[in-house]
């Protein structure tokens, strides 16, 4: 730890007395001046370091996360110490430093670095052994310490069975857990389990709910599976223009599947105003993008030629 210094000194001031005052009592010297207190200057907050590593500035997120670390001990820049290590952004790579922060901030009850340090056996890096089960301990502190990306992890590992017995019903409760405090990926992977009746009793209606939640917050596949639960009515009351609505979103940001799901919708004009040459444009996209559709490839193949040209025109600038 670094340690700043202030020292700080008065000078005695000694006034020689004359000769014909030497009989006289000596003076008493004046008291020195108080030294004055060392002015000590607010350490960085967590924040700030944060701030600047989501901005990209990484030498002053080091800079400003190694002066409060020096400062206060503070776990949350410790971690991000180790996250600058791992990738080796700003900073040389050095997963050996970056393993040895998460351990420091861990054993300061840290949370995410918890969940770094099980994550480092999941992946096999910083000399840890690549084994899920040696990750389970580190994912089942961190998630009773609220971190939801652990409890979701904890359901992966369940339903896969990683590190031990295949449980869907003990990857249902942990699903659920991250889910009810908000993660997307839990609620969706929660819904699907609800939907399917596997390690939980089916529930369509709540399993549409979960699934709108995680829609709600623009994962893709929760946003094609709800909106095939709206088209089809399953769980929740049917709603064909919503369910254009989220297969438009969720092409929008570039999913084949929901390309051709919202191109059907336009060709059949079914919950939105039908319109050939925009549905054959997002098939073309999508069939660019590698998916096909047999009964679209005849609409389009039926289109009046101009219109064709149109869309693959159109399929062509939106990819670009």
């Known amino acids: 730890m670094r340690r700043v210094a202030v020292l700080a ?21 004046a008291a020195p001046a108080a030294a004055p207190a060392p002015v000590r200057a607010e350490p960085p907050s ?3 370091a944060y701030a600047a590593y989501q901005r990209g500035q990484y030498l002053t997120a080091f800079r400003l996360a190694t002066e409060r670390v020096e400062a206060v001990a503070d776990p949350a820049s410790m971690v ?37 340090l099980g994550m480092l056996h999941v992946e096999g890096r910083a000399g840890q052994t690549r084994d899920p089960a040696l990750a389970r301990p580190y994912f089942e502190k961190a998630a009773g310490l609220g971190h939801l990306a652990a ?6 590992l369940a339903l896969a069975g990683q590190g031990g017995e295949r449980d869907p019903a003990l990857a249902a409760r942990w699903f659920q857990q991250a889910a009810d405090l908000g ?3 839990a609620q969706y992977a929660f819904a699907v389990l609800l939907k399917d009746g596997n390690g939980i009793a089916a529930d369509l209606p709540r399993a549409a709910a979960y ?5 709600r917050q623009d994962l893709l596949e929760a946003m094609i599976d709800f909106a095939v639960m709206l088209f089809n009515g399953q769980g929740i009351r049917k709603d064909e223009a919503r369910a254009a609505a989220f297969f438009r979103k969720a092409a929008l940001r570039g999913n084949p599947l929901a390309m051709n799901r919202y191109a059907r919708l336009l060709a059949a004009g079914r919950g ?13 996209t999508a069939h660019m993008l590698g998916a096909s559709d047999a009964w679209l490839q005849e609409f389009v193949k039926n289109m009046d030629p101009v219109q064709r040209e149109a869309a693959e025109s159109g399929a062509r600038t939106w990819l670009r």
């Open 151 to 156: 409890a979701y992890n904890l359901g992966l």
């Open 80 to 116: 991000l110490l180790a996250e600058l290590h791992a990738a080796g952004i700003g900073i040389p790579q050095n997963e050996e430093r970056a393993l040895g922060w998460y351990r420091l901030a861990a054993d300061r009850g840290d949370r995410n670095a918890i969940f770094a």
């Open 211 to 215: 699934m709108e939640r995680a829609a």
């Open 183 to 185: 993660n997307a990926d």
């Open 9 to 29: 000194g008065a000078a005695l001031l000694v006034a020689l007395s004359p000769a014909s005052a030497q009989n006289r009592p000596a003076p008493r010297p």
């Open 46 to 48: 967590a924040e700030a």
């Open 272 to 284: 939105t105003r039908p319109d050939a040459q925009k549905a054959a444009q997002w098939h073309m």
